[in-house]
């Protein structure tokens, strides 16, 4: 079937705008991840959402990030009044449980400029 | 919380060589993955192993976790491997967050 996908594939805006960036997971995935890499970094963790259970937000950076899964599959993670330190490409990962198995698959990013 | 220490952080290698790089952590851990992330970007899974060996191809992973590391064994090494290997930890089987190593840096030439 077919990945976890992304959208948009690129956003550029300027500073102080809000944007949101979607992500589909793989069709019967427990579990979703966002995370962001700026250029040449690792990846930091943002939120998690497994099931129903609250979202784990540890990761979020500032109350401008926000994220919500709806019906337990399309999720869109918000960012409001970007600044310029925002740039990045965020990756969504999607997580199935097969046996005792948790593999993550990530999409193709989002890659984020704020001018 | 947990720390997770990739070494070396670049390598560069001639085509058909072998390497083996390294994923140290802080703690106990449960679930543990190596990715590839090719040079545009995506980000492949290519083992899940908290503990044991595995073998894909030219591709191997060993994990010891009592002893808190994992090794990623690259053999007959191909251009195409270039990229960033990173190594992911997760605590707790339904815990979420996932931290991971900065990563290593491969360069494969021909």
Redesign the interface.
């Known amino acids: 079937g077919a990945g976890v996908s992304q959208s948009p594939s690129n956003k550029v805006t300027e500073k102080g705008k809000d944007v949101e960036l979607r992500c589909d997971p793989i069709s019967g995935h427990t579990?979703l991840?966002w995370?962001r890499q700026s250029l040449g970094?690792?990846?930091e963790?943002l939120i998690?959402?497994?099931g129903n259970s609250a979202?784990?937000k540890?990761?979020l950076p500032s109350d401008r990030f926000s994220a919500e899964r709806t019906g337990g599959s399309v999720s869109t993670l918000t960012i409001q009044r970007t600044q310029q330190e925002d740039s990045a490409?965020y990756?969504c990962?999607s997580r199935r449980r097969s046996g005792r198995?948790?593999?993550?698959?990530?999409g193709?990013?989002t890659r984020l400029l704020v001018l | 919380g947990i720390q997770v220490e990739q070494s070396p952080p670049d390598l560069i290698l001639q085509e058909g060589a072998n390497s083996t790089l390294r994923c140290n952590f802080s703690d106990s851990v449960n679930n543990l993955q190596w990715f590839h992330q090719n040079p545009w970007g995506q980000l492949i899974n290519l083992f899940y192993i908290p503990s044991g060996t595995k073998q894909n191809g030219r591709l191997s992973a060993t994990t010891v976790a009592t002893e808190r590391y994992s090794l990623l064994y690259i053999s007959s090494s191909q251009t195409t491997d270039s990229g960033v290997y990173f190594c992911a930890v997760l605590r707790g089987t339904n815990a979420g967050k996932s931290t991971f190593g900065d990563g290593t840096t491969l360069t494969v030439k021909p």
Do not use: W
């Open positions: 579990a991840y995370y970094q690792g990846l963790f998690y959402f497994q979202p784990d540890s990761g490409v990756l990962a198995s948790e593999t993550q698959y990530f193709p990013g």
